[in-house]
């Protein structure tokens, strides 16, 4: 109670009660009750058994009050052999062979095949005087040594098998490996080196016809304003300063 | 020599042999009827169900005793067949009783008190009352015990559970049956 003041716990206020009911008298016979149970479990005979687990049962007649109607015991064999015999399925193997078929149950005792006169009786007596010969394969050393070889040989080609499976490169797994071991390492490296010269080169004069053209369109785009007449004057004194200049240099040499 | 006098074993030796195969059968219906019966009559109550649930169990017996490996005894075996039967007709009763559900003489209290000579102050009546009030494989454990005395090695290859099991099962059905006794 303390402890639940000084929780701050308003149970401090409750009074304990046991809200459960126990059946009356139920602690003056448990001791016994729990002692006669295991008296019970220990015991193998079902008769003592019963008196330590209940002495009202073992008091009471095990005489069954039912009613069993006069002579049932008596016909009950006959009974039931009755129904099983003229159950539809029902049927010995003769009379099912019969029932299929006629004619396979009238050959059923008809053996075609003959045996030699004294067959039997001489099968036994060859089969005692026969000696076989023995021969032991497992004391042949070099059989020991051929199995062991080839299995030894199994085990090392699996395990080969497994080590370049699990090393093997795909194009799918690794396509720049792939490209490299089965293209690259395959061509000579004079011919690799030639082909990207060519193909710079291709590169190159395809960037200058690509600007040449660019700058085409830009000069058009540029002079679409200036009339011809001055594109043509300009083009001729420029003709004339040209030859000017040839005269001048060819005297200065 | 008279079969009734032979073993078990010799019974199914003789059961074996084609030609005393029906006079073996009938040795051991005649050895086992009594006790099948009540087995089955004590679980279904009513004499007719009792009677079919007993032929169908002994057809099962001559279609299945050929196989019969005698890791048990014969009649360890028969008592497994009959309840397995009992269970399944049970079973069956019960889906039937859910279909017509005004049917309440379906019901194995009901059938108990049907009975002609039922007796409700009588306590052996109150014993048979109070035994239909447990579920059905504490009714045949406590029925198999009760009753048959069976050992609880025996019971367990009878219904497949541990020793300890029936043990524990046995003596709650016994406690339920006389609190039902005393109350009733």
Redesign the interface.
């Known amino acids: 109670m303390n402890e639940l003041a000084d929780l701050g716990s308003d149970l401090k206020d409750h009074n304990p009660q046991n809200i459960y009911a126990v059946p009356a008298s139920y602690f003056e016979g448990l001791a016994d009750q729990i002692l006669n149970?295991i008296k019970?479990?220990e015991t193998?005979d079902?008769?003592e058994?019963?008196t330590y687990?209940?002495p009202?049962?073992s008091n009471?007649?095990?005489?069954?009050?039912?009613?069993?109607?006069a002579g049932?015991?008596q016909n009950?064999?006959d009974?039931?052999?009755k129904?099983?015999s003229g159950?539809e399925d029902y049927q010995?193997s003769k009379e099912e062979i019969g029932s299929l078929s006629p004619l396979l149950s009238s050959l059923k005792n008809k053996n075609p095949y003959s045996v030699p006169a004294g067959y039997f009786e001489a099968l036994g007596s060859k089969a005692e005087k026969k000696e076989t010969k023995v021969i032991s394969i497992t004391r042949r050393r070099w059989y020991r040594l051929a199995v062991a070889a080839v299995v030894i040989g199994i085990l090392v080609i699996t395990g080969l098998l497994f080590i370049n499976r699990n090393n093997k490169v795909t194009i799918a797994k690794n396509p720049g490996k792939w490209i490299e071991k089965n293209v690259v390492d395959k061509v000579n490296k004079d011919k690799i080196d030639e082909f990207v010269t060519l193909a710079n080169d291709d590169n190159n004069e395809k960037v200058d016809d690509q600007s040449e053209a660019a700058k085409k369109a830009e000069i058009k785009e540029l002079m679409k304003d200036v009339p011809e007449k001055e594109i043509e004057a300009f083009l001729n004194d420029a003709v004339a300063l040209e030859s000017n200049t040839d005269i001048d240099g060819s005297m200065n040499e | 020599m008279a079969l009734t006098t032979l073993s078990d074993s010799e019974l199914l030796v003789e059961f074996r042999n084609?030609v005393t195969k029906?006079r073996a059968?009938?040795s051991i219906?005649?050895k086992y009827?009594?006790k099948l019966?009540?087995h089955l009559?004590?679980m279904v109550?009513d004499?007719d169900d009792a009677?079919d649930v007993?032929?169908n169990v002994?057809?099962r017996v001559?279609n299945g005793l050929e196989n019969f490996r005698e890791d048990s005894q014969l009649y360890t075996w028969l008592y497994r067949v009959a309840t397995n039967e009992c269970l399944t007709f049970l079973e069956q009763q019960k889906k039937r009783a859910s279909v017509s559900l005004s049917d309440v003489e379906s019901g194995l209290e009901n059938k108990i008190k049907a009975?002609?000579?039922?007796d409700g102050n009588?306590?052996?009546?109150k014993?048979?009352l109070g035994i239909q009030q447990l579920p059905e494989k504490q009714r045949i454990v406590f029925q198999l015990?009760?009753?048959d005395?069976?050992?609880y090695e025996e019971m367990s290859r009878v219904l497949e559970t541990s020793e300890g099991a029936l043990?524990a099962s046995y003596?709650h059905a016994?406690?339920k049956?006389?609190d039902y006794?005393?109350n009733h």
């Open positions: 149970r019970a479990l193998t079902a008769k058994e019963l687990l209940s009202l049962l009471i007649s095990k005489e069954m009050p039912y009613a069993v109607p049932f015991f009950l064999s009974e039931v052999l129904n099983i159950h010995t | 084609p029906e059968f009938t219906i005649k009827q009594e019966y009540w009559r004590r109550v004499h009677n007993l032929q002994m057809i001559w009975d002609r000579d039922f009588k306590l052996e009546w014993l048979q015990r009760y009753y005395e069976m050992p043990k003596h016994v406690k049956i006389e006794i005393k």
